[in-house]
């Protein structure tokens, strides 16, 4: 048996900031797992440190059911992003490590590949709805088959999803958080406008994709929801706050409009009544911060029946180690539906060397064994953690509110 002889985290910020926990065992084969938690990363680094790491050592490698459960149950404090993001870790790890010794990608492991390649999305931005389209526009040159438009609204300074940044929107920045200023109705009169001009200039062939990232009311997203019908959505997403799960009852009586939701979901039970009253048609739990590969194929599973498909979240502040086993997880499942893609920065993937690629707008896990992606520690040691939040978002009364 493989065992678990040594285990350690590594803080690394090339460009922003990752959590890396690797996993060595005796056999001279180790495993790598993402545990970034953006704007929280140092608890998910500490519960590893502090609290994981003891227990593992000694432990069978091969035992990624048993040591999933021991984490999960044995911690008595069940769920939570914290919790979840650092079982997700210890999880890609032994997947890594199991794929390494028995020679074989993890995707091989998980079933084989159930088709060609990840259908991924990319994102499209920009301050007005031209610039967003001359964005798209470079994206279907790419070979992309889906791309998410966000643009600035008319009347807001800032919005969610608007960089300056081509490929690599980041949001989490500053010593301290950001203050950015919100009003629904303004960007409720602006979306429907930017797909009718999207639809218009980029024609029907493309998946257009949108994120509301939580600012909605239910009776607003069932609005926003009827007035994209004619443009035919690949999904909506985010529309209201999902911590209410019942709440999309109402969006989805009102509107066609395919929902997604689950990027900041920990767990099966988070996503359970969604799916089970199919209130939802993407779910986006991630590997990461929902538990690793073991608990995304449960939630996937139930899914499956159904008929709700995956829609991984994947943005930048998810490692190239998350990056690999999404796609590993996706070109296996039976029920993938699109993986997000935000291309990570040269600095990001020099210091994550992996085997993924993309081509026609599907990407591919690579045929290395385990996951494939590793991890430069001199590099990584060049890179000094450096504090950075999220926004937080105001009403323009100032009453504070969803970013
Ligand atoms: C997405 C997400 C991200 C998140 C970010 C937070 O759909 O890609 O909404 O942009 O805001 O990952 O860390
Ligand atoms: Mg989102």
Known sequence: MPTITSARVIVTCPGRNFITLKIETDQ??????????????????????????????????????DIWQY??????????????????????????????????????????????????????????????????QEYLEFGYKAVRLQSGVPGLKATYGVSGERFYYEPAKGNLPDETCWSTSKYLRSVPELFQKGRDAL?????????????????????LGKDLEPYRLFWLEDATPAEDQAAFRLIRQHTTTPLAVGEIFNSIWDCKQLIEEQLIDYIRATVVHA????????????????????????????????MAAALHFGISVPNFGIQEYMRHTPETDAVFPHAYSFQDGLMHPGDKPGLGVDIDEK??????YNRAYLPVNRLEDGTMFNW
């Open 203 to 223: 024609g029907w062939d493309l998946h257009l994709l949108h994120d509301v990232h939580h600012r909605c009311t239910p009776i607003e997203a069932a609005r």
């Open 291 to 322: 538990g690793g590969i073991t608990h995304l194929r449960r939630i996937a599973g139930l899914a499956d029946l159904y008929q709700v498909r995956t829609g991984c979240h994947g943005a930048t502040d998810l490692s190239p180690v998350s």
């Open 28 to 65: 001279g084969v180790y495993g790598v797992g993402d545990a970034t938690l953006n704007g929280r990363e140092l608890a998910v680094a500490s519960y590893l440190t502090d609290h994981v790491i003891p227990c593992l050592i000694g432990r069978d490698a091969h035992r990624i059911e």
């Open 71 to 136: 984490l999960y149950k044995g911690a008595y404090w069940r769920r939570g992003p914290v919790t979840m993001s650092a079982i997700a870790a210890v999880d890609m790890a032994l997947w890594d490590i199991k794929g390494k010794l028995a020679g074989l990608p993890v995707y091989q492991l998980l079933g084989g590949a159930s088709r060609e390649g990840c259908m991924v999305y990319g994102h499209a931005n920009g301050s007005d709805i031209s610039e967003t389209i001359e964005r798209a």
């Open 379 to 384: 590099l990584a040691a060049g890179y000094e």
